[in-house]
């Protein structure tokens, strides 16, 4: 029997209650199937450990976690620390560290989810942006001077390489090759950002030379924007930088139907270094401590994680499961127009997966 050692770290705000929702999940998952175990190591990473300590995890976290097959990661962000302190100390450390430079979103209106766009409903859309995770605007190359001075400069210098940028549409262009549409979208903003942006186009072209299957566009991100909203259909795969696909990416949760909904995969796919799978969404301080929040997210990206650790079939199990239940309509999170808890969510996708017969 394969066995998989998983590092949690719920973080901050609703990071704990979707994380142990997940994991429940998780549980479930290889109970059902049998050919596979899970042990998950929970670690009290965070504000917290922030607050006691003075760093979100300890210096040694990065060689702590690199023993585990992947990590499953809730959200950082509290109310009384500065976000960019939090972001970069745990997250992106995370990222950067292990070379996670593929950051992956699906996107599509679960059964039973309203989209907010006119006429646009489940099975319409099937997205998946590739976010490049690991330079250009979040490079973290910058500085501050003069600071109180009349003259006082912040900059934060966006760096594109030669290596990261072909490697990203690479790996865009195999993941789109390997979907039904085979079409990938291209966001740039070349127009105006002339230098590293020119050269993210100039590679692209290059590298899809190598893929003549694989039917390409571009698009500015701007107009992008507006693609996604006006002509949702006409998308499939989507590959753009840190900061565009950011933005982009919360923008497609929100067609999604909720924030709450949405997954993600930071990849190292050469596998040398644990991947890392979690929730779109931050600590949602409003909802924090409730109970109310909506674990699918966390769900979706746990089965991001089983498709990376190769258990396909427990992957797709945990998506049907979470399309019964939303398909059902009778147990939806608040965020989803029902009155279900976090607790209740779960067990009902729980049931579905001890029921699947799959
Ligand atoms: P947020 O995602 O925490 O919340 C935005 C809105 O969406 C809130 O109204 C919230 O209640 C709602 N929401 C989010 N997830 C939900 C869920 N699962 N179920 C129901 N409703 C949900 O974004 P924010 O308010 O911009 O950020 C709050 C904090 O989280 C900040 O400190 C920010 O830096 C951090 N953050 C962290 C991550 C991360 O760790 N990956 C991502 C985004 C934001
Ligand atoms: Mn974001």
Same mark, same amino acid.
């Given at each position: 029997?394969?066995?998989?050692?998983i590092?949690?770290?719920?973080?901050?705000?609703?990071?704990?209650?979707?994380?142990?929702?997940g994991?429940?999940?998780?549980? #479930?998952? +290889?109970?059902?199937?049998?050919?596979?175990?899970?042990?998950?190591?929970?670690? +009290?990473?965070?504000?917290?450990?922030?607050?006691?300590?003075?760093?979100?995890?300890?210096?040694?976290?990065?060689?702590?976690?690199?023993?585990?097959?992947?990590?499953?990661?809730?959200? %950082?962000?509290?109310?009384?620390?500065?976000?960019?302190?939090?972001?970069?100390?745990?997250?992106?450390?995370?990222c950067?560290?292990?070379?996670?430079?593929?950051?992956?979103?699906?996107?599509?209106?679960?059964?039973?989810?309203?989209?907010?766009?006119?006429?646009?409903?489940?099975?319409?859309?099937?997205?998946?942006i590739?976010?490049?995770?690991?330079?250009?605007?979040?490079?973290?190359?910058?500085?501050?001077?003069?600071q109180?001075?009349?003259?006082?400069?912040?900059?934060?210098?966006s760096?594109?390489?030669?290596?990261?940028?072909?490697?990203?549409?690479r790996f865009?262009?195999?993941? #789109?090759?390997?979907r039904p549409?085979?079409?990938?979208?291209?966001?740039?903003?070349?127009?105006?950002?002339?230098?590293?942006?020119?050269?993210?186009?100039?590679i692209?072209?290059?590298?899809?030379?190598d893929?003549?299957?694989?039917?390409t566009?571009?698009?500015?991100?701007?107009?992008?924007?507006?693609?996604?909203?006006?002509?949702?259909?006409?998308?499939?795969?989507?590959?753009?930088?840190?900061?565009?696909?950011?933005?982009?990416?919360?923008? %497609?949760?929100?067609?999604?139907?909720?924030?709450?909904?949405?997954?993600?995969?930071?990849?190292?796919?050469?596998?040398?270094?644990?991947?890392?799978?979690?929730?779109?969404?931050?600590?949602a301080?409003?909802?924090?401590?409730?109970?109310?929040?909506?674990?699918?997210?966390?769900?979706?990206?746990?089965?991001?994680?089983?498709?990376?650790?190769?258990?396909?079939?427990?992957?797709?199990?945990?998506?049907?499961?979470?399309?019964?239940?939303?398909?059902?309509?009778?147990?939806?999170?608040?965020?989803?127009?029902?009155?279900?808890?976090?607790?209740?969510? +779960?067990?009902?996708?729980?049931?579905?997966?001890?029921t699947?017969?799959?």
């Open positions: 029997m394969t066995s998989y050692s590092a949690a770290i719920p973080g901050d705000g609703i990071g704990g209650e979707v994380i142990s929702a994991v429940d999940v998780l549980h #479930a998952l +290889a109970a059902k199937d049998g050919s596979f175990s899970l042990t998950v190591e929970p670690f +009290a990473w965070g504000a917290d450990y922030y607050l006691e300590h003075g760093e979100m995890m300890p210096s040694d976290g990065l060689e702590i976690l690199k023993g585990y097959d992947a990590i499953y990661f809730g959200s %950082a962000g509290d109310p009384r620390i500065p976000d960019h302190i939090t972001l970069w100390q745990l997250r992106l450390k995370i950067q560290g292990f070379g996670q430079y593929a950051n992956v979103r699906p996107t599509r209106v679960l059964p039973g989810v309203d989209c907010p766009l006119k006429g646009v409903g489940p099975g319409d859309f099937d997205w998946v590739v976010r490049e995770n690991s330079e250009g605007e979040y490079a973290g190359v910058g500085g501050r001077a003069h109180g001075f009349d003259q006082e400069v912040g900059m934060d210098v760096v594109f390489t030669r290596a990261g940028v072909e490697r990203i549409h865009a262009l195999d993941l #789109a090759r390997s549409r085979k079409l990938l979208t291209m966001v740039t903003k070349s127009n105006a950002q002339r230098h590293g942006m020119v050269m993210w186009d100039e692209f072209d290059r590298v899809k030379a893929f003549p299957d694989v039917k566009d571009r698009m500015l991100v701007d107009a992008m924007t507006t693609r996604m909203v006006l002509d949702p259909k006409s998308l499939d795969t989507i590959v753009a930088t840190n900061l565009h696909a950011d933005i982009l990416s919360d923008l %497609a949760a929100a067609l999604s139907g909720s924030l709450g909904i949405a997954p993600t995969a930071n990849l190292r796919p050469e596998k040398d270094f644990p991947s890392m799978f979690e929730p779109i969404h931050g600590s301080f409003d909802i924090m401590g409730k109970g109310i929040a909506n674990p699918i997210g966390s769900f979706w990206s746990a089965s991001l994680m089983l498709d990376h650790l190769g258990e396909h079939t427990a992957a797709r199990r945990l998506m049907t499961a979470i399309e019964r239940v939303t398909g059902a309509g009778s147990i939806m999170p608040r965020d989803l127009g029902g009155e279900a808890t976090t607790k209740e969510v +779960a067990e009902a996708v729980i049931n579905a997966i001890r699947s017969n799959e």
